[in-house]
């Protein structure tokens, strides 16, 4: 009795031991959400809208049935989001084998032999054959003293969120890379056909110089500035047709197509109106972005592998037994006399590693140093993406309505200059400048829609791109 009674009393202690482990590091806080915005003009003007007021599907809000047609490709087809759902496939069987690291191993096994061995003398030779078999099962199983396996667990745990939360930002993100490569390529279409317009503009104003020149009204110097001003403006438009291909070729990648089996039918327009933006707070923010959580969650699992480092200076409890038969062949194996068994505790204690212990401990703590300043900084770039969005899609708004007034004074300007080139009051380059700022201001306009569209898409991406969190 003396000595089961030793054993659990072993056992007993080494439980106890680890019911008091201490190896366990906790996390710092979660930064905090700031209590307003610098940029909120635009939020403070937007009419208060219920909860889910922006869908998960926040692109739809653009109401344009081809982007709605190319997102439904996107999550099938873009091999970043298949390499991503890899990754969580991958985070998600390291949680599977550092679970099972906390459990018994049972194993069995079945053998058989045949040996011959001699002895030998100086007059004579003699051998034997001996045969061997074997059935038997062990099990074995390593005691959590410190902590060490949960630690490796909550840190696996942690890794595979993170993991879910990439890719749910990686889905965030080439979602909104489509929606600003489409609204691009239609602003880059309606700079085309502007640029068209403008050239057929620009041949009846030659074709009226040439009758003039031909005329012997106008001078030669008129004749080479309306050619000059015709041909600068067809190469503007073979500028903005690459532009336009190279976009289109862009949202196929995207999509996880070649692009010479890619085409999108031209519109050569933007979305009329730009979507209302909700009122969000911060806190929010920080609630719904997927790279935060996944910077958090990789706080969490370092401070977990500290755990795990510093239970290495604390000794390994092991429990094995095993048992099983033996003899010389399978007609007696399961009998009394060839039983045999063991069980019983192993207790290791490493005494000298060279400082291997103390590294690794170091090395530790040193990472979950960096996890924590990426996690910070993550944070402080998502409110600097919410503060620049706010500020442009406020600020440009204004912008494009001051540059609509600009292009209507501009666009009288050249009426009343072209009136006048004809009844021979001005010259010619009085006609070009005119031409020239109509132009531009048209080419402005578009490109600061195609920039609002983007603030706003990428501020919808913020507020509406839920995520699931991962159970």
């Known amino acids: 009795m003396q000595r089961p009674l030793s054993n659990c009393a072993v056992l007993a202690l080494a439980l106890l ?33 219920p909860a889910g007021a922006v869908p998960d599907v926040w692109w739809q809000l653009f109401d344009d049935p081809v982007l709605d047609d190319l997102q439904s490709q996107l999550v099938i087809g873009n091999e970043n989001l298949k390499s991503a759902v890899a990754q969580v496939a991958v985070a998600r069987a390291a949680l599977a084998s550092s679970r099972a690291a906390q459990m018994p191993t049972l194993s069995a096994g079945l053998s058989a032999s045949r040996s011959k ?38 840190a696996a745990q942690a890794s595979y969120q993170a993991s879910a939360d ?57 004749l080479l500035q309306a050619q000059t001003q015709l041909k600068s403006a067809q190469a503007q438009g073979i500028e903005y047709a690459a532009t336009r291909a190279q976009l289109e070729h862009a949202i196929a990648v995207l999509l996880g197509q070649a692009p010479s089996a890619f ?75 060839n039983l045999f068994w063991s069980i019983g505790p192993a207790l290791a204690q490493t005494l000298f590693d060279g400082g291997a212990r103390r590294a690794a401990s170091d090395s530790a703590r040193a990472s979950a140093d960096a996890a924590t300043a990426s996690y910070r900084q993550t944070v402080l770039t998502a409110f600097q993406e919410v503060e620049d969005n706010l500020v442009l899609a406020d600020q ?76």
């Open 17 to 49: 031991l680890g019911a008091c482990a201490v190896t366990r590091t906790d996390p710092p806080a979660p930064s905090p959400a700031p209590p307003q915005f610098k940029e909120d003009r635009l939020w403070q003007r937007a009419a208060v809208q």
């Open 117 to 154: 061995s001699g002895t030998g003398s100086t007059t004579a030779s003699r051998s034997s054959v001996q045969n061997s078999v074997s059935l038997s099962g062990s099990a074995s199983w390593e005691v959590d003293l410190w902590g060490r396996l949960s630690q490796a667990t909550s």
């Open 166 to 222: 990439d890719l749910a930002a990686a889905r965030l993100s080439a979602q909104a890379t489509l929606v600003q490569s489409y609204f691009s390529m239609r602003a880059a279409e309606a700079q085309q056909a502007l640029i068209e317009r403008t050239v057929e503009a620009y041949r009846r104003s030659l074709e009226l110089t040439q009758a003039r020149y031909d005329s012997g009204v106008a001078a030669k110097t008129d």
């Open 263 to 337: 085409t999108l039918a031209r519109t050569a327009s933007l979305p009329a109106s730009t979507p209302a933006v909700p009122v969000l707070l911060p806190a929010t923010l920080l609630q719904r972005r997927p790279d935060i959580a996944a910077a958090e969650r990789r706080v969490s699992a370092a401070y977990a592998q500290i755990g795990v480092a510093d239970a290495a200076f604390f000794p390994s409890l092991n429990l094995s037994a095993s048992a099983g038969y033996s003899g010389s062949s399978f007609g007696n194996l399961l009998s009394a006399p």
């Open 396 to 471: 440009l708004r204004d912008e494009a309505q001051l540059q609509r007034e600009a292009r209507e004074a501009a666009r009288q300007n050249l009426d009343i200059t072209l009136d006048q080139y004809r009844a021979g009051t001005v010259s010619y380059l009085n006609v070009v400048t005119a031409q020239a700022s109509l132009l531009s201001s048209d080419s402005s306009l578009l490109s600061l829609r195609d920039r609002e569209l983007t603030a706003v898409s990428l501020l919808l991406k913020n507020i509406g791109g839920r995520w699931q969190a991962v159970d």
